[in-house]
């Protein structure tokens, strides 16, 4: 069990409760046998934007589908969020916060017959601090490690420059994936097409553009587990294709449904529904050094400019709720009195012309091949023409977006995040000033400050102020405009059983297992 002083938030049981009612009302929880039944193939119709299963060179949201399943990581989170045992059978955290301690499980194998201990941890983690590797997750975990040690082979201690409630929650996500070591040194860069690790479903095969295919692992060290034969990611263009594969039985599984996704599946008996825990936020983001951007008031002209509500009456069928910074209901960090810009074309105008723009203005706004998002865009290019900016949309493919997002090539953007564990996650990555996702350029000393009074503060209610603090200072400065937390669905063949959704949105297949009569 978790000793750690600073426990990571807990989603209040009121929520998870209500969320639980809702899922009985849309007839989505359905009688299922007590005993989970083997073998089977889960097909997963596949928006995939999947471009490694080197989990230390990961960035793109798919790709944590089958890392989850190829590999394991050091610690796991539970559906609210609170961490969980996976490779560390336990751990605890020093008194002043700057030491970690994970005890290891023992006899735990790689896919290729290697060990894993608490060398091959270590291995993992010091290849994404390597500068010479260039890891994407190197800045985070190098802003909090100060040097590892293994005292013996069940035991991996991690030194930290500062205290971080962000890194158990990062132990649980890509970070904390470990690739067995012989894999690393065999295949190298290859690892990318090659993956091996100690999950519960093997790698198989993987045609881009396709599909990709994991089958069981039979020496899986979690006894019983998994329960299916094997799992396929069938990839699909967009949604739509997904859910007429699901109608025709081509498919068992697609996740990231919103509220007009499943109005054809609605009430079919072969089918049901299960709504996600904790929607991902949804945004705009803009560069805030650069043209036109670097002028908060067309910042601010474009927010006021923006008709949240009926975005959300038109892309979530008025089901989700409007976003006024980062942070949902239901977390211990959410404000109830924070409020973002309100929809007023009348202030836009003006603060455009104050900012030199009386005439107009004319932006392109990244449009990748997701049909939320393109959905989002239209809207706001409707929304902002009514103010007098001409906005360009600009396509990119799904898998090209948010790594060209990260280099700085997209000014202007949608975007969607889902929760971590810990406020210090999404926080310090997207704003503080050196956070390894900040490509917004925001820099801001004062929302620095914030962030590090609350890493080292230590009462819950104290975090909470500093915090709330700091997202306010964002709503200020907008670096991003907050849209709406989503509404999303997974939907699947009324046979697909044990399917639960952690609040990361990210699904995972491990417990689930296929009624077969």
Same mark, same amino acid.
């Given at each position: ?137 190197? $800045? ?217 723009? $009386? ?148 699904p995972r297949f491990r417990d689930v297992w296929k009624a077969q009569n």
């Amino acid at each position: 069990m978790d000793k750690s002083r600073r426990r990571p938030a807990r989603i209040p049981m009121r929520l998870l409760g209500a969320l639980g009612l809702a899922a009985l009302l849309t007839g989505t929880a359905v009688a299922q046998p007590q005993q989970p039944q083997r073998g089977g193939t889960l097909t997963i119709a596949f928006a995939s934007d999947t471009k490694t299963l080197d989990p230390a060179f990961s960035v793109n949201f798919s790709e944590r589908q089958p890392l989850y399943l190829i590999y394991n990581t050091l610690l796991a989170l539970k559906p609210d969020l609170s961490m969980a045992p996976e490779l560390a059978e336990r751990w605890e955290t020093s008194a002043d916060g700057r030491r970690l301690t994970l005890h290891l499980r023992r006899g735990v194998r790689f896919h290729d017959g290697t060990g894993f201990d608490a060398a091959a941890a270590k291995l993992n983690l010091e290849r994404r601090l390597d500068p010479a590797v260039n890891s994407p997750q190197r $800045a985070q975990l190098a802003d909090i490690v100060a040097s590892l040690d293994t005292p013996d082979a069940a035991t991996l201690v991690i030194n930290m420059k500062k205290p971080s409630p962000s890194l158990l929650g990062m132990l649980a996500q890509r970070e904390g994936f470990i690739a067995s070591p012989a894999a690393i040194q065999r295949f190298g860069k290859d690892l990318a097409t090659n993956p091996v690790g100690t999950g519960p479903f093997v790698f198989r095969e993987w045609t881009l553009g396709q599909r990709l295919v994991v089958e069981r692992n039979p020496n899986y060290w979690e006894s019983g587990k998994p329960y299916l034969d094997r799992v396929i990611f069938a990839d699909i263009s967009n949604t739509v294709v997904g859910v007429q594969r699901l109608i025709t039985g081509e498919a068992d599984y697609i996740s990231a449904l919103s509220p007009i996704d499943i109005r054809p599946i609605e009430g079919r008996r072969e089918i049901k529904l299960d709504p996600s825990i904790v929607g991902r936020w949804y945004g705009l983001q803009w560069q805030v050094d650069k043209p036109p951007f670097n002028d908060r008031r067309v910042r601010q002209a474009i927010a006021h400019a923006v008709d949240r509500k009926k975005i959300v009456d038109i892309v979530m069928s008025g089901k989700a709720p409007v976003a006024e910074g980062l942070t949902p209901q239901g977390l211990w960090w959410h404000d109830p009195a924070l409020r973002g810009p309100a929809h007023d074309p009348v202030k836009a105008r003006a603060l455009l012309a104050e900012a030199g723009h $009386a005439n107009g203005l004319q932006v392109a706004l990244s449009n990748p091949q997701i049909t939320l998002l393109q959905q989002v865009n239209q809207l706001v290019q409707e929304q902002l023409k009514a103010v007098g900016i001409d906005v360009r949309l600009e396509p990119v493919a799904q898998s090209d977006w948010y790594p060209r997002l990260v280099q700085g090539a997209i000014n202007f953007s949608p975007i969607r995040w889902s929760q971590r564990p810990d406020p210090d996650g999404l926080f310090t990555i997207l704003l503080q000033s050196d956070g390894f996702a900040n490509s917004t350029k925001y820099k801001s000393p004062e929302f620095d400050t914030l962030l590090e009074q609350a890493r080292n503060a230590s009462a819950v209610e104290q975090r909470q102020a500093l915090y709330r603090r700091a997202e306010a200072i964002m709503v200020r400065d907008l670096p991003y405009v907050s849209l709406f937390f989503s509404s999303e669905y997974a939907g699947m063949r009324s046979n697909v059983m044990n399917h639960v959704w952690i609040g990361d949105e990210i699904p995972r297949f491990r417990d689930v297992w296929k009624a077969q009569n």
